[in-house]
């Protein structure tokens, strides 16, 4: 099965801490029709068992995407989260933390494709 790439957005923010005080950077967010991917790499190389840092991903209205997978090689943490509407013109990035959410950084996303075929 194929699906489309919308966009790519590459965050512009350097280092992120977890509550652990591990630091990571998010390399790309990736909007596809099926998913909105959220890739991070940590800097230091990740202990046994070190999971990724607890992402939320919402659109302008603080709609939640849910999380679809995740997938951590390495020190590389890929998450699949739903993907974002057509409709919505943003995206935010947040991380879970103990306290509560704290936002990382937003992005606008592509704009709706427009019908060629009429």
Sequence with gaps: MEYDLRAVYVPQ??????????????????????????????KRRPMAGQGSPPLVATD???RVLGVKRIWNVGARSIQHFEPISTSARALTVLI????????????????EKKDVTK
């Excluded at 992120?16 to 967010?29: K, S």
Aim: hydrophobic content about 35%; some cysteine.
């Design 13 to 42: 923010s350097g280092l992120f801490l977890d509550d652990e005080g591990r630091e990571f950077f998010v390399t790309a967010v990736e909007f596809w029709e099926h998913a909105t991917v959220v890739s991070l790499c940590w």
């Design 60 to 62: 302008e209205h603080d």
């Design 96 to 111: 879970a933390r103990k306290t509560g959410t704290q936002e990382l950084f937003s992005c606008r996303t592509p704009p």
